[in-house]
Each structure stands twice: as C-alpha cells, then as structure tokens.
C-alpha cells in the first residue's frame, strides 16, 4: 500500500493520458515513416512518372489547405489558452472553428482527389499507389480527429472542462498539431519537391 | 511530468503561427525553382515548420523531457531505416 502511494504521488493520475498520447504519437512516427520509406522508393523507382503528374498537381489549392490545417492547430492552442483562462465560451467557439477548418481540409482534398481521377490518375499507378495511401491514411487521420473532436466539443458543451481540468483538450490538441506536422512533411514531399 | 512551469503567451503562439504562413509561402515559391535548388530549401523549411509545431504549439520545449523522449524513439527507429533505403534504392 505504501509503495502504491509513492508511485501515485510520483506521477499524478491527470498526467497519464498525457502520457499515453505521447507513447502514441511516438509509434505513429513510426507508422508514418514506414510509409514515407515506401514513397522515397517509389519516388526513385519512378522518377519519370512523378514528373510526369508534378503538372497535374494544384499547387495553389494544397497550399491553401495545408493554411486551412495550420490555422486550425492555431485555433487549438488558443482554445486550450481560452479553457486554462477559465473562458468556456471562448473554448467552444474555437473548438467550432477547429471543426470546421478540419472539415475544409477534407473537403478540400475530396476535391482534389476527384479532380485527379478526372484526369485520369489511377491508384494503381506509379504515383498513384503511395499518393492516395498516404494521402488517404492521412486524411483518415483528420476523419478521427474530427470525431475526436466532436466528444471534445460534447464534453465542453456539459462544463466538463475548466481553468483547472482541461486535459481533454490538451490530448486532443496534441493529436491535431501531430497530425498537421505529418502534412507538413507530405504536403513538401508530394507536391513540392 | 507535472503541468509545464511556462506557458507560451498568446502573441507568441500568434508569432509561430505567423512564421508557419510566411514559411508554407516561402516553400510554394521555392517549388517552382530548379529541383537541384528546391530540394535542400524545401527540407529546412519543412524541417522548421515541423519544429515550430512540435516545439511551441505541442509545448515540447517547455514540458516534460520524457514526452520528447517518446517521440524521438520513434524518430530514431525510423530515419536510420528512411536514410538506408534512400541511399540503396537506384534512380529509375
């Protein structure tokens, strides 16, 4: 019982899920580089036919989804700002603002994959296959969050959350800024380079 | 692991978030330079904007270093494996 009560004093219950997201996005690193590892080979592989679709991609309308995504992870830490400040109110409208820019980005990237198949880019293609897995997995990643997200919202909705217990939206912030750092890295990957 | 001593004011925040728009300008410019240009540019600008997320908005800098622990094994088991597989795969 003793040494129960030390380990408890040691590391506080409200830190564990903090925690636990992180060992999380720790093997999500991994996750995400195992498939960055499949694009690098495919890239080398296929240097002609990423060239080749370089042309099709619309610049100007990723780099205003990776602006929609990146105001988003801003919105998040002003929201978790607003809570640590005791401001409900001002929580829940940034957490409305964070849905619907994660909203757009979906939105935004449904409209360019579609535009691609137009074009007649298929997954079975040399650029195709990791673009739409990476992409896709990506974008799966935002579906979660915005679900996420919506438990968040429903929490703070019920004054769940207060200037001394907002960890909810501490966790959930953490997964939204890792999930804008990968785009980041595929948004310079697939588009720009 | 308790809650992190310093928290970052909002004009800071408002500052990174700043810096992130200005560098994603910064990298849709470079991408139409010539690839032997674009590429090293375009990783430190990556590179940054990946660290200014990670560091300020993910307040790695100023938390427990046993969350930036977790987060480099991760690291550390991959880009050796990413650095292998790009130096050994030829150009097609």
């Known amino acids: 019982m003793a040494e129960l009560q030390a380990a408890t004093a040691f590391v506080p219950q409200r830190e564990n899920a903090k925690l636990a997201v992180w060992a999380f996005l720790g093997g999500e690193v991994v996750f995400f580089g195992a498939l960055i590892l499949t694009l690098i080979v495919f890239r080398a592989r296929e240097a002609a036919a990423f060239a080749e679709v370089r042309t099709l991609l619309s610049i100007p309308l990723v780099g205003l989804n ?3 995504l990146i105001l988003s992870s801003y919105l998040v830490v002003r929201a978790l700002g607003a ?17 619907v820019l ?6 935004g990237q449904a409209l360019e994959w579609s535009t691609l198949f137009a074009e007649g880019l298929s997954v079975r293609s040399a650029f195709g296959t990791p673009f739409f897995a990476i992409t896709g997995l990506h974008g799966t990643h935002v579906l979660v969050g915005l679900m996420w997200l919506v438990y968040v919202i429903v929490l703070a909705l019920r004054g ?9 939206v501490e966790t959930f912030g953490l997964y939204w800024h890792f999930v804008d750092v990968v785009w980041i890295v595929l948004f310079t990957l697939f588009y720009l380079i | 692991m308790n809650e992190p001593k310093i928290h970052p004011a909002a004009p800071q925040y408002a500052w990174v978030f700043a810096a992130l728009v200005a560098l994603t300008g910064l990298e849709v410019g470079a991408s139409y330079l010539a690839p032997q240009v674009r590429l090293p540019l375009l990783l430190i600008f990556a590179g940054a904007k990946a660290l200014l997320v990670v560091l300020y908005f993910m307040h790695l800098r100023f938390d427990s270093r046993i969350y930036a622990g977790l987060l480099l094994i991760g690291l550390l088991l991959v880009s050796p494996l990413i650095l292998i597989v790009a130096l050994i795969t030829p150009a097609g």
């Open chain 1, 66 to 68: 990776t602006f929609i």
């Open chain 1, 83 to 99: 809570i640590r400040a005791g401001r409900q109110r001002s929580l829940l409208w940034h957490l409305a603002g964070i849905f």
């Open chain 1, 102 to 107: 994660g909203a757009l980005f979906l939105g």
């Open chain 1, 160 to 168: 769940r959350y207060s200037s001394a217990s907002h960890q909810g």
